[in-house]
């Protein structure tokens, strides 16, 4: 998993609340089990219509915002199913930090297993965030993890709070496989001691 450390880019606003997990990823494109490939339909039924076409007042549609890198959301972003393909899109379109109010906690979990920070603020510095979102692609946000802060384009620092382990697999880019692997070199020395205590195995 890539990490986390400093975000410096475009952030667009997306001020609907209760965005659930099928207008993220409808279930149609649920068939894979790759991370890769379904960026191009993040917010599939709000971003094309019947035909395929791109709808041009769908904010990832417009030319300003086409490389956001950061989101800033309504409140309860990622509610409805359990879906992991729902952080797989938003990964693959080239999404890295959501702000809302609130998550649904299992798309909280997923964000981070998936190198994407989810940030919980309070309404009215979401209000600030979306408001600078809205100035389009010279307003870039900057997002350091490591001093947990979000600055503006004029300046203004918004810190946030993030849960310290979180933080630090983020930082590390470790996924619950890297997590596992950390752990290499305990594993294989248990393997090893137990392979001599019970070679009939």
Excluded at 127 to 145: C, F, P, Q, S, Y
Aim: with cysteine; charged share 25%.
């Amino acid at each position: 998993m890539e990490k986390f450390q400093k975000l410096h880019g475009i952030a667009a606003p997306m001020p609907l609340v209760n965005i659930d997990t099928d207008m993220i990823i409808p279930k149609v494109f649920l068939k894979t089990i790759k991370r890769s490939g379904l960026g191009v339909n993040l917010f599939d039924e709000m971003r094309y219509d019947r035909q395929g076409n791109e709808i041009p007042d769908f904010v990832l549609n417009k030319p300003q915002y086409r490389d956001a890198e950061i989101l800033v959301a309504g409140d309860n972003f990622g509610c409805g199913s359990s879906r992991e393909h729902a952080p797989w899109a938003i990964a693959d379109f080239g999404i890295k930090c959501v702000i809302s109010t609130s998550f649904a906690d299992i798309f909280f979990n997923n964000c981070f297993k998936n190198g994407i920070l989810p940030i919980i603020l309070p309404q009215e510095q979401v209000d600030i965030l979306m408001a600078d979102a809205e100035k389009g692609a010279n307003a870039r946000m900057t997002v350091d993890l490591e001093s947990q802060e979000v600055t503006t384009s004029d300046g203004e620092v918004i810190p946030f709070e993030v849960d310290a382990f979180k933080k630090h697999c983020l930082l590390n880019g470790l996924d619950d496989i890297g997590l596992t692997m950390e752990k290499q070199g305990a594993i294989e020395s248990f393997e090893a001691k137990a392979a001599a205590q019970r070679p009939w195995v």
